[in-house]
């Protein structure tokens, strides 16, 4: 068995097709001078091809995946126009004496070290953009076949060192029924690729290139990250039924896209929501039926940048969203940064217990200008769309009555400019820190609505640290502690008439969803693939049957026992996904 990075879920049981990372050698011989101007000409005709291929791996893409997958291609068609990057091409071909293949290899190279030394992820992942690219070049100018993917002809299990987008987008989705790479995490682009065509993949296995060999009966689990290379029988037939139970589970999820989030009975209905951390979320968040944004976490626009995002750039990413998911709301939480998250356009101190100290809120309150620069954004972006504004790391009520102050100077700041907004803008706050949910009764005067951020709150109540690996085992959503802060939360916002939503990580458990569903939760938000597993498992349940669980749970001592409670009252008819196929 070997372990990997479970990059896109599904099952597939195939055979082996080796993709050979062919070294690509270029001629590293001088050109004659005489014909250095045939070397620039052949580079030109081989731009101009690969410009030709890739506009139509654009319109592929496109056609199957959609704009947004297609993008890619776009970028490399920029990369091609670039005048800076041709220009030193051309210039080791005319006082180098370069061949064409060589002197772009040479420059490629220095760009890909470039990026791939950059700490952001995302622009690391341009190194291999360039790679691509100038690959796909220097076969063209060796009149080498670019397509090697495209004429597949049988079912395969595809097993690279990486794999490129031009890889990826030649890919026919009959053939191929998953992926495996030596190298990828969860959002390589072949990871992203991979989960919009549905096909699974594991990536990130080290050297499943030298362990495979082509025609290598395979299984792919790519729920748990797991490929059993040359499976025996009994594992082969423990896959064919897992893998008829996924199939149909995936049939179900998709059935009830379209249903209402309500228990069986229709006796109550609640709303599904998504987490999002850019406005390009959305539209995964559209596709796997949320009604609304439930914590856009604004902090992608502050960080790995130099100087920290104008009102306007704000806006616009603001806007975007709330336009997107009309006349859906998408909840937009001002900025959560400290903690683990470094801002490089602030001077932040260094602290012996950061998840302690100078973050979230307490931050944008010592510093009312970057606050309010955010929340002239937000209200500027709420005439869009149906926007709601949400503080972090609440703890207690002057807290709240502080940033109500600012937001109400910045409103009549902006009625002053005849800028429009939303004037009846819904506040709330993040239940996160075990002192706010103790007094939810205080705080629930004070604003619109709750939204109980359960991954902080379950650090801060069980004294877990989050990120800590060694103690994940007390990291405990079940604990009985958490589930009184929850159902006081729950109880005190519906006393005054206001409504409860969960942000963390909880409100997408399968496991947990019975019980925030007896208690009451109003509005559930979560990464959007967890969207339709959750409407599922509420639909399974009578309002009844929901409450009684939850009463059950909180009469119990330990989560394991809440748990053991759950999946037998469940699990009769089948309701949450087999153990086996939990990922
Ligand atoms: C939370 O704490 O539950 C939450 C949603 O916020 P974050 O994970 O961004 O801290
Ligand atoms: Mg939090």
Redesign the pocket.
């Known amino acids: 068995m070997h372990k990997g990075i479970a990059a896109s879920s599904g099952i597939a049981i195939g055979i082996v097709h080796v993709l050979q990372d062919e070294p690509i050698a270029v001629n590293t011989s001088l050109v004659h001078e005489n014909d250095v101007n045939k070397e620039l000409e052949r580079l030109e005709q081989s731009l101009h091809l690969s410009k030709k291929q890739l506009k139509e791996l654009h319109e592929k893409t496109a056609n199957e995946s959609g704009e947004e997958n297609a993008r890619i291609f776009e970028a490399h068609l920029m990369i091609l126009d670039d005048d800076m990057l041709l220009d030193e091409i051309k210039n080791k071909i005319c006082s180098e004496r370069f061949h064409a293949e060589y002197a772009l290899s040479q420059v490629a190279e220095v760009y890909m070290k470039m990026f791939s030394e950059m700490e952001d992820d995302y622009l690391k992942e341009r190194a291999a953009d360039i790679k691509d690219i100038s690959t796909r070049v220097i076969k063209n100018l060796q009149g080498r076949s670019v397509d090697a993917l495209a004429n597949i002809a049988q079912e395969v299990v595809i097993v690279a060192k990486d794999l490129s987008p031009s890889d990826t987008a030649q890919m026919d989705k009959d053939k191929v029924k998953a992926f495996l790479t030596d190298i990828g995490g969860k959002t390589s682009h072949t990871a992203i690729m991979a989960r919009s065509m549905e096909i699974p993949a594991v990536l990130g296995l080290g050297d499943i290139t030298v362990q495979a060999n082509k025609g290598d009966p395979v299984i792919v689990d790519g729920n748990k990250g797991i490929v059993y290379l040359n499976p025996d029988q009994e594992t082969e037939e423990r896959y064919r039924i897992l893998m008829k139970e996924y199939g149909q589970y995936l049939q179900e999820l998709k059935a009830v896209k379209e249903l209402p989030a309500e228990t069986r009975d229709g006796r109550r209905k609640v709303e599904l929501a998504a987490?999002i951390g850019t406005p390009k979320d959305c539209k995964g968040a559209l596709e796997n039926g949320a009604e609304g944004v439930g914590?856009f976490?604004t902090e992608f626009l502050y960080m790995d940048r130099a100087s920290l995002p104008s009102e306007e750039e704000q806006f616009q990413a603001y806007r975007e969203a709330a336009e997107k998911m009309a006349p859906y709301p998408v909840i937009i939480r001002t900025l959560?940064v400290g903690g683990d998250k470094q801002l490089p356009a602030l001077e932040m101190p260094d602290e012996m217990n950061p998840f302690l100290g100078w973050r979230a809120i307490r931050l944008c309150l010592d510093r009312t200008d970057i606050f309010k620069t955010q929340l002239r954004a937000i209200l500027r972006a709420s005439y869009y769309g149906k926007v709601r504004i949400m503080y972090?790391m609440i703890s207690g009520v002057k807290q709240v009555r502080q940033a109500n102050q600012i937001l109400d100077s910045v409103k009549t700041e902006l009625k002053g400019e005849g800028i429009p907004f939303d004037h009846q803008v819904e506040v709330g706050i993040?239940i996160?820190i075990p002192s706010a949910a103790l007094i939810a009764d205080l705080l629930a005067k004070e604003v619109d609505f709750f939204s109980?951020?359960?991954?902080?709150?379950i650090q801060y109540s069980i004294a877990v640290d989050r990120m800590n690996e060694r103690i994940a085992h007390l990291y405990d959503p079940l604990h009985p502690a958490v589930l009184r802060l929850i159902k006081n939360v729950i109880d005190e916002s519906h006393k005054v008439g206001i409504w409860t939503g969960m942000?963390?990580?909880m409100a997408g458990d399968e496991k947990a969803v019975p019980i925030l569903l007896g208690l009451g939760l109003d509005e559930f938000s979560m990464s959007a693939a967890s969207i339709l597993p959750v409407k599922k498992v509420i639909r399974s349940l009578s309002y009844q049957e929901a409450v009684e669980i939850a009463d059950q749970a909180m009469e119990m001592a330990d989560s394991e026992s809440i748990k053991a409670m759950i999946q037998q009252r469940l699990s009769p008819n089948g309701t949450c996904r087999t153990e086996s196929n939990h990922d």
């Open positions: 987490n914590l976490r959560d972090p993040m996160e109980i951020g359960t991954n902080d709150l942000c963390g990580e």
